[in-house]
């Protein structure tokens, strides 16, 4: 007999809407990430600006609100005036984070200019760790300034008559983490991060501002690193960040699969800091999450270390992605969907060629990696309302996991609420599953697509040559019967069911 999940929702019971900001990425002056990534003048399909169209038009078809820029530890070294005014002038300086090149032929104006024909809103880093206030704030003042003051002009010089109107910034990056070029103590970085704050803010106080939490949950100094950070700058920030990458370093496919129940837990120990300081400083103020860096990282680990220092636009993080990590990514977007009425803005990262779900070859394709469909998928159907729902699955147990559901899944009422999308993923290695989901009142839905990800084999991969060999289908196995819809999840599957008012 085969095993079954149960799922139990009700439209009225509702979790929150998710803000699409949910849907972000991240794309860091890293590796061919920007260089021969987004940017390639010499490209046959290279826009007027030097940026490639087909890449464009992939990172369009995610549709992600947002994109994080310019780094990462990138930022903590980088000099924002080095990337502005006249390509020709622009200094060629080594890049401390990555050991390599970095020419600043992108810049703020391109790359601002570019996400806004992509159809995204920058969420622009500034540099705390060797660089401070005057920096942070000459920034805000040039990228969203109209005009009449030093900063602003110079950009209306350079040829950027309208201000970018940067909304959402991020006060440095990992500041917790000893990689960090100007590394601090969580005390030096509260401090810093609070005066910097009150700065930007007088000169653009229209922007947002996320304070740096934990570099990852198993950082020695998480989660006193919230506590002294948020006790400085409570009243001044709008979210504090979250990165976490997950990996199959063990070639243990149960205990990857479990990663994100670790994912669950870090947002949960990070919402319980939060509300610790907002009942030491006796407010009413929530502080939202910003989890700006997550996905699947590990594939390049070993790679990495061979590859020669101070070239330009090396190969850096570039993972090749399978299955495994597909049903990953889709784990970590139903585990950001459980937490929407915390977790605002999230980014994957990166977006292309750097741990991407978009590949480029230089002067070549480009390709959509087996991790691009289940993000495409969320990002897509995922806008609306997630409900409040109960579910019951077989479990089983991991290292370091243990009663882990078999089934996992999230619900999504969609914003006119006409249509219910249930996101799931099946763990289980050699099992199908009967996933029913239970309606209180299930009367005139019919299921519309049932889409699933699936191969035979998990360690499959999309290249170039063979870009459709994980691709998702709409063959999926499922029937509405009276209060329920039932269906079927082949072992290691990623499942997007529609269903719509009749
Ligand atoms: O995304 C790659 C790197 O991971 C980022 O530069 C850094 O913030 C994190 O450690």
């Known amino acids: 007999m085969s095993m079954k999940a149960q799922l139990y929702l009700d439209t009225s019971y509702r979790l929150a ?12 002056h890293l590796g061919r990430g920007i260089y021969t990534g987004i940017y390639e003048p010499d490209h046959p399909l290279a826009d007027q600006h030097g940026f490639r169209r087909d890449v464009a038009e992939l990172v369009r078809e995610l ?25 020709e002038k622009r200094p060629t300086k080594l890049d401390l984070a990555w050991r390599v090149i970095e020419t600043n032929q992108v810049g703020t104006n391109e790359f601002a200019s570019w996400a806004r024909r992509v159809g995204s809103e920058v969420m622009m880093a500034v540099n705390l760790g060797t660089r401070g206030i005057d920096a942070a704030m000459n920034l805000v003042e040039y990228a969203n300034h109209r005009g009449g003051s030093y900063w602003s002009d110079l950009r209306r010089e ?17 500041m917790d983490g000893p990689w960090q070029i100007g590394h601090k103590t969580a005390e030096e970085y509260g401090r810093l991060a609070a005066e910097a704050a009150r700065a930007m803010r007088k000169v653009d106080p229209a922007i947002e501002l996320v304070v740096c939490g934990s570099s990852h949950r198993d950082m020695p100094t998480f989660p006193e ?40 837990q870090y947002i949960r120990s990070v919402k319980a800091t939060c509300d610790y300081i907002k009942a030491k400083k006796r407010t009413a103020k929530v502080m939202n999450i910003s989890f700006d860096e997550w996905s699947v990282w590990y594939h390049s680990n070993e790679t990495d270390r061979y590859v020669e220092p101070w070239s330009f636009a090396p190969p850096l993080l570039e993972d090749v992605y399978n299955l495994a990590d597909a049903l990953v990514v889709g784990l970590y977007l139903i585990t950001l969907l459980k937490h929407a ?14 741990i991407a779900p978009i590949m480029t070859r230089k002067g070549g394709g480009v390709w959509r990696q087996t991790t691009f469909y289940p993000f495409h998928h969320v990002s897509r159907y995922g806008r609306g309302t997630v409900l409040q729902t109960i579910l019951d699955s077989p ?12 089934v996992n899944a999230a619900v999504v009422l969609s914003e006119d ?25 299930a ?14 084999d998990v360690m499959a991969t999309n290249t170039e040559e063979h870009p459709d060999k994980v691709v998702p289908h709409s063959q999926g196995r499922s029937v509405m019967k009276s209060d329920r819809l039932v269906a079927e999840m082949p072992a290691l599957s990623w499942h997007v069911i529609r269903m719509k008012r009749r």
């Not at 994080?68 to 070294?77: M, T």
């Not at 910034?169 to 990992?174: I, K």
């Open 341 to 354: 009425d915390r977790v605002k803005i999230a980014c994957m990262a990166q977006l292309v060629n750097v």
């Open 63 to 87: 549709d992600v609100p947002v994109i994080r820029y310019p780094g990462g530890n990138f930022v903590s070294a980088y000099n924002w005036e080095d990337g502005v005014g006249p390509v």
């Open 417 to 441: 609420e006409t249509e219910l999308t249930v996101f799931a993923v099946n763990r289980d290695q050699e099992s199908d599953i009967t996933l029913e989901c239970c309606f209180s009142s």
């Open 17 to 28: 809407k998710v803000d699409k900001r949910m849907f972000g990425a991240f794309i860091e």
């Open 158 to 174: 350079h040829g950027y008559a309208e201000p970018h109107g940067i909304k959402m910034w991020c006060l440095g990056n990992e």
């Open 225 to 264: 690193w919230e506590v002294t950070v948020l006790d400085h700058t409570y009243d001044l920030v709008d979210y504090i960040s979250m990165h976490q990458y997950v990996g199959n370093r063990e070639n243990d496919l149960g205990y990857f699969l479990a990663q994100t129940e670790g994912v669950d």
């Open 395 to 406: 479990t089983y147990d991991s290292r370091e996991y243990t009663d882990v559901k078999l």
């Open 443 to 456: 009367g005139g839905m019919e299921v519309i697509e049932h889409i699933v990800l699936e191969n035979g």
